[in-house]
């Protein structure tokens, strides 16, 4: 009888933790008056002025309602001033109307916009939108957007703020994090190309990316060149006549073990990366 209750009360904690696990949902301070917000892998960040707030992707309409409702909760009612989409994708822009205010100026790349109203994705949709960058000023802080080109999804830009050295990006811009499996979303070069430009162009020490561990401007680089060995390694196989199994099996890319998903997804990023420099190069023949 005594094991039997224990093993419901155990049942029971399990049970309270799976929700729990699937369930994450929380807001942590970064930096000054910038906070993150978290929706279970999806992340976005937010700016707590004195007339208002300055919010990035809602990510769902329930998690952007949740938002909204913590975050006066928090540090009052005041109005929505700007809503920027980081990209395309519904699962990170999904739900504006969830945190938007009459007023509320929404900002995303053109292309970004585009394909948002093709899909006629449940959001709100921009009412102002840019192709290359926008700095706007809010409260006597500048805030910058740039789109640096073909990388992930369509019109991905960053969010840059250059008096706090801080810098939001979301999923080609990640910290000790492979990129997603096969990388079918990502344009492998582009995003290579991208990272370029932006660790040139940029200052800051501190990268808040929308899915993966907080990091500094060292942690991006070393992201960048993963990316970069993992295009070597493969380029190499590809040189050697290697077949994509053979290259599965060889290329260790050990450097970067203590990366999140380094064991469940490598053999994909290999894959990923082999299909798209196949392409790219016109490297039809090479042995599967
Ligand atoms: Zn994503």
Redesign the pocket.
Known sequence: MKSKAFALISLFIFCLSLSAQSQERKITHLRDNIYRFQDNK?FSIFIVGNSGYVMTDPLNLEAAQWLKKEVVKRFGKKPVRYLIYSHN?P??ISGGQGLVDAGTQVIAHRRADNDMRRNQVSTVYPTLTFTDVLKFQFEGTEIELRYFGENNGAGSITVFIPEKKFLFG??WVLVKRLP?KEMYNYDFEGMIESLERLLSLYDFDMVAP??SVVGKKSDLKQFHNYLKDLRQEVLAGMKKGLSLKQMQDQISLKKYKHFAMYKEWRKMNIKGAYDQLTQLSGRYGQPK
Do not use: C, E, F, K
């Open positions: 999806h994708h699962d990170h979301v999923d997603w929308g899915h």
